[in-house]
């Protein structure tokens, strides 16, 4: 009797033995139990969702969209209270057609300049004229005096002449001198005033690129979320106040790491969607993860300390959905699918 216990326990133990290798091998897709065929219900729709959000502050004026409505590219979304915003451009408006009127006037300025050297230049011509008639009555009366013709005063006198006109000279090339100083000065102005006009213009466009702010328009063609803002209400730099849902859509299958061998972009896949009744649609695998899910979690696991036991992790794939199917429209992102792949058979 003790013999048939024992037997019977020795087979429970060895029945329990072969089920547990069974679901091992089962889970790890080995042999007997591997197939050809990758299937994971870790799968959903995708889609870019964009959040909506201001670049600046202020109060909500008109909210002229609902929720999940069908918008265009470049629709009104939200309009902010700009009147500060107007009186700014204004502003900038003024400070660039004083910064181009001092410009202007510059140039007024450089011209002005230049006459006064053309003034200075001919003033010195005369100048020299001068001086050239005081040195030829000069040369005259200095022969006359070495034949004891002329008396001295008058020598005197033409020496004094001649002293005079080229000390009028010297004046007439200082004053020339000077004015081209001052046209030098005018043209160094002038690449300072360009720099005011050039700040200037640089804060208009600025003040109007904040006045086109206060309107928040459509990033491209969609479907809104729900609508999170009310007129009245104020908002922050950054805050969302919708979301926008693209049309294109895509599905991210998270398959085990047993199940990648073999997969290649292009292969056929098929996947059903809960939420439509199971309804099967055809799409083509269009790119593996480089890593791992665990790679881009944000709290990395540690295997290094204490006991280790293995755990299938999963590989993120894209897939691209055929398009001119009937209900494809209706794939939004979120929705759970159950995915299938048919591996090649070097998988």
Known sequence: MSLLKNAKHALVILALGCAGLAFVLYAWQLPPFDSHTARTENAYVRGRVTAIAPQLSGHVTEVPVQDFQTVAAGDVLVRLDDRKLVQAVAQAEAA??????????????????????????????????????????????????????VSVSAYDQADLSLRQAQAAVDQARSAVAVAKEGVKSAELQTSALQAQVASAEAALALARIDLENTVIRAPEDGTLGQISVRVGQY??????????????TWVIANLRETEVGGLLPGQPVSFTVDALGHEEFRGHLERLSPATGSEFSVLAASNATGNFTKVAQRVPVRISIDAGQPDAARLVPGLSVVVRIARTPAG
């Open 96 to 149: 660039l057609d004083g910064a181009r009127a001092s410009l202007k006037s510059n140039a007024q300025s450089i011209r002005s300049a230049e006459a006064t050297v053309s003034a200075k230049e001919a003033a010195l011509t005369s100048a020299e004229a001068q001086r050239a008639t005081a040195q030829s009555s000069w040369d005259r009366y200095a022969q006359l005096k070495e034949h004891a013709v």
């Open 235 to 248: 908002v922050t730099a950054g805050s969302t106040l919708m979301s926008e849902v693209a049309p294109e």
